[in-house]
T-cell receptor, first 115, second 115 residues
Framework: GAGVSQTPSNKVTEKGKYVELRCDPI?????LYWYRQSLGQGPEFLIYFQGTGAADDSGLPNDRFFAVRPEGSVSTLKIQRTERGDSAVYLC?????????????FGPGTRLLVL | AQSVTQLDSQVPVFEEAPVELRCNYS??????LFWYVQYPNQGLQLLLKYLSGSTLVKGINGFEAEFNKSQTSFHLRKPSVHISDTAEYFCAVSPMFKGAQKLVFGQGTRLTINP
């Protein structure tokens, strides 16, 4: 079946602009996660959804970052007033959402470059 | 809070040689432990995970890892590597309490296999 997909695969924007990154999870997965991976680092947790609600948003770095999942499927990560330090690969993952320690299935990521 | 330290950023190994990738963690609560692999130009995928029970865990592609609670380690091993094992390997932990699904990753170890 189809895996996690993310669009766009690459995004170049200018400092101060607004960007939206989209994630399509595996069908039927109720849990969805966003991570950010800077160059040479491991992925860093941003936010976790269970269904439509954010169960844990403790990783969002500041109020410029916001994520939604209005129908419990597709999710959008929104970044306002982008800064050069936001440049990274943004990863999305999903899991069935039935138990703890589930395998998370990752998408290919969106590479964001802020000039 | 949790943190993960991967002691080697790069490990070069000759083909058919054994390899060990080291991982230590710190946590104030019990954790689940994971190893993920990222092949060139691909998304992260699960190699293996430790939830409970036997401390020796076997994963895909001939990899195994051993959980050592007293040393807070979860080292990854393979007795004989192949060129196709060239990838970046990430150790991760997840807090073992209800609702906690986020993964905390180490910085990664780049495994390079030389012929």
């Amino acid at each position: 079946g189809a895996g996690v997909s993310q669009t766009p695969s690459n995004k170049v924007t200018e400092k101060g602009k607004y960007v939206e990154l989209r994630c399509d999870p595996i069908s039927g997965h109720t849990a969805l996660y966003w991570y950010r991976q800077s160059l040479g680092q491991g992925p860093e947790f941003l936010i976790y959804f269970q269904g439509t609600g954010a169960a844990d948003d403790s990783g969002l770095p500041n109020d410029r970052f916001f994520a939604v999942r209005p129908e419990g499927s597709v999710s959008t990560l929104k970044i306002q007033r982008t800064e050069r330090g936001d440049s990274a690969v943004y990863l999305c993952a999903s899991s069935p959402g039935l138990a703890g320690a589930e395998t998370q299935y990752f998408g290919p990521g969106t590479r964001l470059l802020v000039l | 809070a949790q943190s993960v330290t991967q002691l080697d950023s790069q490990v070069p190994v000759f083909e058919e040689a054994p390899v060990e990738l080291r991982c230590n963690y710190s946590s104030s609560v019990s954790v689940y432990l994971f190893w993920y692999v990222q092949y060139p130009n691909q998304g992260l995928q699960l190699l293996l995970k430790y939830l409970s029970g036997s401390t020796l865990v076997k994963g895909i592609n001939g990899f195994e890892a051993e959980f050592n609670k007293s040393q807070t380690s979860f080292h990854l091993r393979k007795p004989s590597v192949h060129i196709s094992d060239t990838a970046e390997y990430f150790c991760a932990v997840s807090p073992m309490f209800k609702g906690a699904q986020k993964l905390v990753f180490g910085q990664g170890t780049r495994l390079t296999i030389n012929p």
